[in-house]
């Protein structure tokens, strides 16, 4: 009971503090030369993408522990697949300057990261299409059985 409570609080202090960076944002100005507000909700939106991603690994891990001892052996499978897909990912990306660019010299390293979850999201959408695919072929299989 008293985990939930904690739980409950805290969800409603982000909820706040979000709701606090808001309206600061508004009020200050979001389209201002210097573009802080702008800076200050991103880096929260990222820290509460970390929040939730960090959260639910954690929580995952320890309900698929303590439901089965051995779920630690897949999940460890699962998370050398990611780590083999994102350097795939890595080693195709080519991390070259666009063509049309005229701005400001970007390093290179940045371009490489660019290109990297390009790639990803360019796996990710194969996969989902994939999955679609195979998912329908199998329950039309599945029902004219």
Same mark, same amino acid.
């Given at each position: 009971?008293?985990?939930?409570?904690?739980?409950?609080?805290?969800?409603?202090?982000?909820?706040?503090?979000?709701?606090? $960076? +808001?309206?600061?944002?508004?009020?200050?100005?979001?389209?201002?030369?210097?573009?802080?507000?702008?800076?200050?909700? $991103?880096?929260?939106?990222?820290?509460?993408?970390?929040?939730?991603?960090?959260?639910?690994?954690?929580?995952? $891990?320890?309900?698929?522990?303590?439901?089965? &001892?051995?779920?630690?052996?897949?999940?460890?499978?699962? +998370?050398?697949?990611?780590?083999?897909?994102?350097?795939?990912?890595?080693?195709?990306? &080519?991390?070259?300057? &666009?063509?049309?660019?005229?701005?400001?010299?970007?390093?290179?390293?940045?371009?490489?990261?660019?290109?990297?979850? +390009?790639?990803l999201t360019?796996?990710?959408?194969?996969?989902?299409?994939?999955?679609?695919?195979?998912?329908?072929?199998?329950?039309?299989?599945?029902n004219k059985?």
């Amino acid at each position: 009971m008293k985990l939930n409570k904690i739980f409950k609080w805290g969800m409603v202090a982000l909820i706040v503090i979000s709701f606090v $960076l +808001l309206v600061v944002g508004f009020v200050k100005g979001f389209e201002t030369g210097d573009g802080k507000m702008t800076d200050v909700l $991103l880096y929260w939106a990222y820290i509460m993408i970390g929040l939730a991603a960090a959260s639910w690994i954690i929580i995952g $891990l320890i309900t698929s522990i303590k439901n089965d &001892p051995k779920s630690i052996v897949k999940i460890g499978i699962i +998370l050398v697949g990611l780590v083999v897909v994102c350097g795939i990912a890595y080693l195709l990306a &080519p991390g070259a300057e &666009p063509m049309a660019y005229t701005g400001e010299a970007v390093a290179k390293g940045t371009l490489k990261l660019t290109d990297t979850i +390009l790639n990803l999201t360019y796996f990710a959408g194969a996969a989902a299409i994939i999955a679609i695919i195979v998912g329908e072929v199998k329950m039309s299989i599945s029902n004219k059985k």
